[in-house]
């Protein structure tokens, strides 16, 4: 749970929960010790009023009219005095609570909160052996609790100014830390991304400052590896067109003249023997079988419509020869006239794709229709071929010859995703043009 919070909130709660504690400490404090300081501050006040008693008592019992006295000693007591006489007729003697006069804006919870001592003094006063009334100590509480009661306020208003010098100075020190940790938190995550062309900004703490700079350092090392990354990438795919371009000319050159040589052997031989019938026919199918094989080896090793005709013609070529592969497909395309100003290796990346991703729709999908898309919007290349087919094993994402491609398009610079939406599969590719025409042509 803990965890879970935010930095601010793990650096004002215990602060707060501190500065709540000391208040309820202050009040703790002050109900303990304030009964008692109360009590030692009226006890003169006490012995004052027991001393009074006596010397009345000793007037009272040595004269001829101890009434007189005593009406006299009653009458000299000023009203506001602390010093009272009360009968027995009278009652009682109010509780220390009921004798304050004058609060001066004490809250009643704060003088319920003090526990106000017991300051019961009465000292009897006798007139010829009978108890008349008491001599009482009721002294007026209000000045004290007031006293209190400022001390208190002043005490909760430092207490307060602290807090809010306190969490003023944490926000703006969390302030300071938080926004450096946010830039190194967006940083890690763009250098995560493959961005590592923004910088994060070196602020903050020396700790994350050099962490940010680290940080730094690092995107810049990740950035040349990737780049050495991609012109290894580059230089494979460069490698192996070579390979495919020699292999398809070895093809065209050597295995397609020997075909042509056995089927015009066929003709000639079944023109000069008339018996020869089905097994010339035969020959000659199989030779026609041959040469259609080699002619479609020699498309997928290297496709020269693209020289000779543009990249656009020759994705046209290849939709149409699918759509005689498969009637059963039904196949729609949106192809931009723009792919013929496109040269290789962008070019023959494309077509490969477009070409792959089309044999997986046959082989697997399962699909009824399918749907080729290839745009360009300004220098970004878009390729996505979608159907409806069966979608891909959960497992294995990129089969062997899409992650051919996948190594073709990264040596590109580009991107290459597989997913599954809307009972839909979508191979979707995005290539940056001027990288790739700035490339170096394989071969």
Known sequence: MWQRLSFRTQLFLPLGLSFLAALVMRGVLLQTFATGQLADENEPGRRSTRTVAEALNNSLRASDDPRKILDAFVHSLDSSSDIQFRSVEAGPAPSPKDSLRDLHGVPHWFVDLIAIPDMDAASPVIIDGRRVGDIVFTPDLSADLFEKWIGFLALT??????????????YLFAGSVLRPLQDLGAGLTRIRRGDYATPIPV????????????????????????????????????LQDDERRDLARELHDELGPLLFGIRAST???????????????????????LQQT???????????YIEELGLETSVQTLLQNFRRQAPHISLTATIDPGLNEIDRPLAQTVYRLIQEALTNVLRHAGANNAHVLA??????????????????????????????????????????????????????CRLPVETARDAPAAG
């Open 157 to 170: 208003s430092l207490i307060s100014v602290l807090m809010m010098l306190t969490g003023t100075i944490a």
């Open 203 to 238: 602020a903050g703490p020396q700790e994350i400052r050099q962490s940010c700079e680290e940080a730094n350092a690092l995107a810049l090392t990740l950035a040349q590896l990737s780049q050495d990354n991609r012109d290894l990438l580059h230089r494979l795919v460069s």
């Open 267 to 289: 003709i000639a031989l079944s023109e000069t023997s008339g018996n020869l019938g089905n097994p010339a026919q035969e020959v000659m199918r199989s030779v026609e079988a």
């Open 294 to 304: 080699n002619r479609r080896i020699l498309d997928r090793l290297r496709p020269l």
């Open 375 to 428: 745009t360009m919007a300004g220098e970004v290349l878009t390729i996505e071929i979608s159907d409806d087919g069966g979608g891909f094993p959960a497992d294995n994402v990129f089969g062997r010859g899409l992650t051919g491609m996948h190594e073709r398009v990264r040596a590109l610079s580009g991107s290459l995703s597989l997913l599954r939406a809307d009972q839909r599969t979508y191979v979707r």
